[in-house]
């Protein structure tokens, strides 16, 4: 019975998480904080609001992709990425469309969206 106890002990050991050292686990909460700093700073830099007018060019999925439009206003004006935060969208037609007598017919017109303004980092 003694044995069988045993076993069962030393079992339950082996289940049981190892414990870390005291330096170990100072090493790892230094790490941490380390790891929780830096994503504090990237959090904590300044965003800026500009304006502009950028085309939004079409996605595969036929969708407006602003946030291409976004970026590329934000890096015009010397930031390295953006967020849209207004648009504007235009239709753009064919000159036979302003004819007179002209009857309009599907795929005379597109719309063309652009970023008015963004948040840029």
Do not use: H, W
Request: hydrophobic residues 30%.
């Amino acid at each position: 019975m003694f044995n069988q106890m045993e076993r069962l002990f030393e079992k339950s050991l082996s289940v049981l998480p190892t414990l870390k050292s005291p330096s170990e686990t100072i090493d790892d909460l230094n790490a941490r904080a380390k790891d929780a700093g830096e994503t504090m700073s990237r959090l904590a830099r300044p965003a800026s609001m500009v304006t502009g007018r950028m085309g939004c060019p079409v996605a595969p999925n036929g969708a407006p992709d602003c946030k291409t439009a976004a970026d590329k206003l934000c890096q015009a004006k010397g930031f390295k990425e953006g967020k849209s935060l207004n648009s504007d969208a235009a239709e753009k037609c064919a000159a036979r469309v302003y004819m007179p007598g002209y009857k309009r017919e599907p795929g005379d017109c597109r719309t063309e969206n652009y970023v008015t303004r963004a948040l840029c980092q």
